[in-house]
């Protein structure tokens, strides 16, 4: 009787699989277009216009930069502001940005590596990625070795470099979730 009882389980637990993985794959192929991809909500203040800037000190935080904790990187300034959730600009620095630039708007962070190989072959530390453009993966990292040139390569590169030191600043403030401001 104990055999024929375990049997019982095994054809309705196969026949439960069997029914969980046909729904499963009619959801999938149901799914709109564009859903499962990284989503930007784009401010129009920030995509719109380009963000006012204190002619008297360019290393002040832009007017139209998001408000609550963020990082904000302006892609014409090439400078990047940690906010904190108090408004107060803990850190500013220069980088120097990768041949792709993300498109102004606001992304979380979505991955981090402690340590990898750029898309150029420069060893870098501390990436955090907030998003991607035409497959580029876009982010902030620090170069551990010399980087190379560009010249020294064809390939699009969506890295945006800081210092090291600047890296390990990212790298503790940019955690998965936080908010990163693009504006012009």
């Not at 026949?15 to 859903?35: F, H, N, R, W």
């Not at 453009?133 to 982010?139: C, F, M, N, T, W």
């Not at 090291?164 to 401001?181: C, H, L, Q």
Request: no cysteine.
């Amino acid at each position: 009787m104990a055999n024929g009882s375990s049997g019982f389980v095994f054809g309705l637990t196969t026949a439960a699989l069997v029914t969980v993985g046909v729904l499963a794959y009619q959801a999938s192929a149901t799914v709109p277009v564009g859903l499962g991809e990284p989503q930007t909500s784009a401010s129009p203040a920030a995509a719109a216009s380009k963000a006012p800037r204190d002619t008297a000190n360019p290393a002040a935080l832009p007017g139209v930069s998001g408000s609550g904790e963020r990082v904000v990187y302006s892609v014409d300034d090439d400078r990047v502001w940690l906010v904190d959730a108090r408004e107060r600009v803990t850190r500013t620095f220069t980088v120097t940005p990768g041949s792709v630039d993300p498109v102004p708007g606001t992304y979380p962070v979505t991955s981090r590596a402690n340590s990898v190989t750029g898309t150029d072959g420069t060893p870098i530390e501390h990436v955090v990625r907030f998003t991607a453009v035409d497959g580029v993966a876009i982010g902030f990292s620090a170069a551990v070795g010399k980087p190379r040139s560009a010249a020294d390569t064809d390939v699009r590169t969506g890295g945006i470099r800081e210092s090291r030191e600047d890296g390990e600043a990212m790298w503790e403030f940019a955690t998965i979730g936080v908010k990163v401001v693009v504006i012009p």
